[in-house]
């Protein structure tokens, strides 16, 4: 059988099952709170009336001075809010100004793309005109420019055979002119004090080659080779390496050899006379005839000989 306990404490009560199964916890915890609420009733009948109007009082002051203290600063913030709500309102202001201008610039811009738009319709449709134009122009051209390369071929080959032949002319033009050739054998006596000629093959101790250069209108001035063949009874070059025999070339593009080497200063159209040349034999001059051709530019340009006994 379950018994309850009821404590009462002023306004309030406590009930306690004295049959439950956790009885000593539940009456440790209602004895405990009995004796609280005991308390606190009896703290609230000892305080005077007088005294909680100023609990009252003071913290509704302390409420009061909280509440201010916040409105202050409350108002702080809407200040600095304000001031910057003014500096933004002006940075607006400025950025409306500058998107104005802008848009202002972007419809420019637009209107003259437009214009430029329609001009550039206008330029391309030119310009496939005048492509069209070219086009035809530039086939124009072109057959023309054909039949003048034709023609500038044809003129070309004419004037490189005009100039080869003008040089041929030219080149056998300067060729020089000798005259008064005279073949002489000569003897030495006194060790080359006195000269004698000789028609003896025994007592010939040289052979001189005595000439004239004619007058030339083409040749230039300047000093002209000479290429002085002797050939002896035999039909043999006379040559020796000591008296500066060699070869050069022939107008025939053969080789020719030669037995002496003469150079004479030319002036343009005046003639050169008395043009001389020895030939020293190494051993001694036979009997027969003796020959003498003279060459310049390839070419011969006089001769002659002379006969030893």
């Known amino acids: 059988m379950n018994k309850a306990i009821n ?9 306690a099952n004295l049959g439950a199964p956790h009885i000593f916890r539940n009456f440790v915890i209602g004895s405990v709170l009995v004796c609280a609420l005991a308390g606190v009733s009896s703290c609230q009948n000892d305080k005077p009336a007088a005294t909680q109007e100023q609990t009252k009082s003071d913290s509704l002051i302390k409420v009061n001075d909280t509440l201010q203290s916040q409105n202050n600063a409350a108002r702080v913030q809407i200040d600095e809010y304000m001031t910057k709500a003014s500096k933004l309102e002006g940075l607006i202001q400025q950025k409306d100004e500058e998107i104005a201008k802008l848009t202002k610039e972007k419809d420019a811009l637009v209107r003259n793309n437009k214009k430029l738009v329609s001009e550039l319709k206008a330029n391309k449709k030119l310009i496939s005109s005048l492509r069209d134009e070219l086009s035809d122009t530039t086939r124009s051209f072109t057959e023309r420019l054909g039949l003048l390369e034709n023609d500038r071929s044809n003129l ?32 030495v006596k006194r060790n080359g004090k006195r000269e004698k000629d000789t028609k003896r093959a025994r007592k010939a101790d040289l052979l001189r080659v005595d000439f004239d250069i004619d007058e030339n209108r083409i040749a230039e001035n300047g000093v002209k080779k000479l290429y002085l063949v002797i050939k002896g009874p035999d039909g043999n070059l006379l040559s020796s390496q000591a008296a500066g025999s060699g070869t050069t070339t022939a ?5 020719l050899n030669y037995s002496l080497l003469k150079e004479v200063p030319l002036v343009t159209n005046q003639p050169v006379k008395d043009v001389s040349a020895d030939w020293k034999e190494e051993g001694d001059f036979v009997k027969g005839s003796y020959t003498i051709d003279i060459y310049n530019g390839g070419y011969r340009i006089g001769g002659g000989k002379v006969e030893l006994k």
């Open 7 to 15: 404590l009462s404490v002023g306004k309030y009560t406590l009930s």
């Open 156 to 187: 070309v080959r004419q004037r490189d055979s005009l100039m080869s032949k003008y040089n041929q002319v030219v080149a056998l033009g300067s060729v020089l002119h000798a005259s008064n050739i005279r073949l002489t054998a000569i003897n």
């Open 251 to 255: 107008s025939n593009g053969k080789t």
